[in-house]
């Protein structure tokens, strides 16, 4: 008779968060296999998160090694479901209330490509890759993200797959363009209960016109990014036809000042204007905002054209740009989730392992807000009197970074280090890992505008590694 074994625990907290996933994994050697994967994922990046990495085995020479194969075959072949997986994640960030999402957030649209090599893995085939900002050989996924001026967190994710993978092309009935995926995502999100503000998204969909069809449809408030000089429908030759006609015809008194906050505490100043042209305008069921740091000359890099279903008292211009402003947080998701935790490392082909290995990493990404909510929530409870202006969300009080290093050595996960294993020194310095990978998503506002945030994306300039 087999013998069954205990699946060991991992240093706090990473148990703690470990066990909520325990109903969903069936046997110890699924339980396992997650802390594993999780946990390997949160060490230092000083490897490629591959499977024999995350074992701690040598490439190709130890590539059959035990370990490695009992990676393989969770990630492969076990019998768990990673959609189960993924909601469960969003049920324990709804848990906190510093994280839960509520109706003055977005939800973020966009896709993110990778390269690959050949064309065994599914999915991959010669496409536009955000990444690298042209078409190359590689994968791309759509994304939805939660944000708000707090934290962010991702939402779902599904695999693009370009038509010339499929037997009939763009006629085959699984193709699914990009904008119909993003579709699909919003109704995962309201499925689910996830409270949003509006939908935002760059130009790649905000362009689409079946997308915004089915979200005036459906009702549901969205702040879109246009090119400045795309113009679509009949109008008299006189008559603007995109954005940058139509700003040509604005009188200086229709330029408002708005005032951009930002995480880190500083101000800018923007300035934003309504526009009547085609069929937008501030009395009609859709507007044309643009919103710029200097009404004279446009920079590129920081000036918005973008269009909303929102009406004019709903949301007032400084609200429509603060809206689509959040929309840069999912920029810096995929520096976190690409530099430090892995999501184009998987060397794996099926889409059911790819998936999966997607659904861990945000497990692993999430693990570092859940950690940080709990730390803060009994510290903002213990509070005797609230501050006489509005209270700062609890995941905004944190420590200045050297300050935070200095106290490591006084966390449990320190202890653990010094005491333990070298096996649990891994997994401890896991917990540091997360610790420092918080730290740079808390001290990094949105920035004022990511190369071709309003436009198409180009490329993408990813942030230097943390330190490990």
């Not at 990676?71 to 768990?80: D, I, R, V, Y």
């Not at 995962?188 to 005036?216: K, P, T, W």
């Not at 100043?269 to 501030?282: D, I, S």
């Not at 096996?423 to 310095?429: Q, T, W, Y």
Request: proline content about 7%; aromatic content about 8%; glycine content about 6%.
């Amino acid at each position: 008779m087999a013998t069954s074994f205990a699946c060991p625990a991992l240093p706090e907290p990473l148990e703690a968060y470990a066990v909520r996933f325990d109903p969903l994994l069936h046997t110890p050697a699924q339980r396992r296999g997650f802390r594993a994967y999780v946990s390997g994922l949160l060490l230092p990046r000083d490897r490629n998160k591959t499977l024999t990495a995350l074992a701690g085995a040598e490439p190709v020479v130890e590539a059959q090694a035990a370990a490695v194969q009992r990676l393989q075959f969770f990630l492969s072949e076990a019998a768990w479901d990673s959609e189960e997986l993924n909601a469960r994640r969003l049920a324990l960030l709804a848990e906190q209330p510093a994280l839960a999402a509520h109706a003055g957030g977005v939800l973020v649209l966009d896709d993110t490509g990778d390269r690959k090599e050949g064309h065994a893995t599914d999915h991959v085939a010669r496409q536009y890759l955000g990444s690298v900002g042209k078409i190359d050989n590689g994968i791309v996924a759509v994304t939805s993200l939660w944000a708000d001026g707090r934290c962010y967190w991702p939402v779902h994710v599904q695999p693009y797959t370009p038509a010339r993978r499929l037997p009939e092309g763009k006629g085959d009935p699984q193709f699914r363009t990009k904008p119909a995926i993003a579709l699909a995502l919003i109704e995962q999100a309201q499925a689910v209960g996830i409270a949003f503000r509006a939908v935002v998204a760059d130009s790649a969909y905000g362009e689409n016109d079946s997308l915004e069809a089915a979200l005036m449809e459906r009702d549901i408030p969205y702040v879109l990014a246009q090119r400045g000089r795309a113009g679509q429908g009949w109008a008299r030759i006189e008559d603007a036809h995109s954005f940058e006609e139509a700003i040509q015809d604005l009188p200086k008194r229709a330029w408002k000042k708005v005032t951009r906050r930002f995480r880190d505490g500083h101000t800018e100043v923007w300035w934003a204007a309504e526009l009547k042209f085609l069929g937008y305008g501030p009395d009609r069921a859709r507007r044309a905002i643009v919103a710029t740091t200097d009404p004279r000359t446009r920079p590129a890099i920081s000036t918005w054209y973008l269009s909303t279903n929102m009406t004019l008292a709903d949301a007032p211009l400084a609200e429509v740009v603060r809206l689509y402003g959040l929309r840069n947080w999912i920029e810096d998701h995929y520096k976190r989730v690409k530099d430090e935790l892995g999501w184009a490392d998987f060397m794996v082909r099926s889409d059911r392992a790819i998936r999966r290995h997607w659904a861990l990493v945000n497990c692993a990404f999430c693990f570092c807000w859940w950690h940080e909510a709990r730390q803060s929530a009994p510290q903002e409870a213990a509070e005797d009197k609230p501050p006489k202006t509005k209270p700062t969300p609890a995941l905004a009080r944190q420590a200045p970074p050297k300050a935070r290093e200095k106290n490591q050595h006084t966390t449990p996960s320190a202890g653990l280090l010094a005491a333990g294993t070298a096996a649990r020194a891994r997994l401890a310095g896991a917990v540091e890992v997360a610790h420092r990978l918080l730290a740079g998503v808390e001290q990094q506002a949105p920035a004022t505008s990511t190369r071709g945030t309003a436009g198409r994306r180009h490329f993408r300039q990813w942030a230097a590694p943390l330190p490990a």
